[in-house]
């Protein structure tokens, strides 16, 4: 009878935090997928080659540490946290702080280095999209254990889930691997990708998904890794790569139209981070502080 009391209370207390850490936010939970674009961690807790818990990584920061966030400091996500009107920020699902209660207001699963290209993921020990799902999943039932199963299925249904990737797709595989450029054409590889990235939101959506914001590709030609590799020493922005990039943007938006058509309810946000990625590079004075806010303002389309 005592293990009954006992694990009634802490049931209980489960419950009762994901209605005080979701309290005031505009909807209950906030889930991440994709790159090192939103991942927040969990990379640091794999064996993989791709890691950012040195300086000077974090140290812009809450507690001016690496957290495990490519970043000197938040993330664009944890900025959309904030405008959506969180405490916390929703934690990396293998870290040590991915405890029962952090998991009401959602969870992250990006990994970076990983693509809607599986394949992608490997040579670097990141988690593939098909992992990521793997774990949401288990996520799910968790979540469905503390709070119940209609509180779970609210909670999936209204919360936003963020899926960002792509860019590891080309930068990381498609351009330096000769089997894959000699066969496919930019053109060709990004069909390659829609495919991926129209199971994934059909996957989501079978597991209860409706708010989803997919993240477009920044002008990857600008990108210091990108002008240093494919710049052939010039220091200017490469400019086929940002072909390929509004090129992948375009089928990225045509898809998304044809997911939202084929699934009821479903409302489904891509939303360009190209052209204002590219105004910061040419005009930073004027568009430096616009990014944050402006790209996740969409996502309040997809209130309750």
Do not use: W
Not at 21 to 29: C, W
Not at 42 to 71: A, E, H, M, W
Not at 188 to 200: A, G, N, V, W
């Amino acid at each position: 009878m005592q293990k009954m009391r006992g694990s009634g209370y802490r049931v209980l207390v489960l419950f009762s935090c994901f209605f005080c850490q979701s309290r005031g936010a505009i909807v209950p939970a906030l889930i991440m997928f994709g790159d090192s674009i939103v991942d927040v961690g969990n990379n640091n807790n794999l064996l993989s080659i791709v890691k950012s818990n040195f300086p000077p990584y974090g140290r812009d920061f809450i507690d001016q540490r690496p957290t495990g966030r490519f970043c000197n400091g938040k993330l664009a996500v944890d900025f959309s946290a904030e405008y959506l009107g969180f405490s916390s920020y929703p934690p990396a699902f293998l870290s040590r702080e991915a405890r029962n209660e952090n998991f009401s207001i959602g969870a992250n699963f990006a990994s970076a280095s990983s693509g809607y290209y599986d394949a992608t993921s490997v040579p670097f020990g990141a988690i593939s999209l098909t992992r990521q799902l793997s774990y949401y999943r288990a996520y799910q039932n968790r979540v469905t254990s503390m709070i119940g199963r209609e509180n779970a299925r609210r909670l999936f249904s209204k919360g936003i889930h963020i899926l960002s990737a792509g860019s590891s797709d080309f930068l990381q595989n498609y351009y330096i691997n000769p089997l894959l450029n000699i066969l496919n054409t930019p053109d060709q590889f990004s069909d390659i990708l829609m495919r991926s990235y129209s199971e994934f939101i059909q996957n989501l959506y079978e597991l209860g998904a409706r708010r989803i914001g997919v993240i477009s590709l920044p002008p990857m030609g600008c990108l210091p890794a990108a002008i240093t590799l494919f710049g052939a020493g010039n220091k200017s922005c490469v400019e086929r790569l940002n072909n390929d990039a509004v090129m992948f943007n375009t089928k990225l938006e045509t898809t998304t139209q044809l997911l939202m058509n084929r699934h009821s309810g479903l409302k489904l946000v891509a939303f360009d981070v190209y052209q204002p990625f590219l105004d910061i590079i040419t005009n930073p004075i004027d568009n430096g502080t616009s990014l944050p806010y402006a790209n996740f303002k969409s996502l309040l389309t997809l209130k309750p």
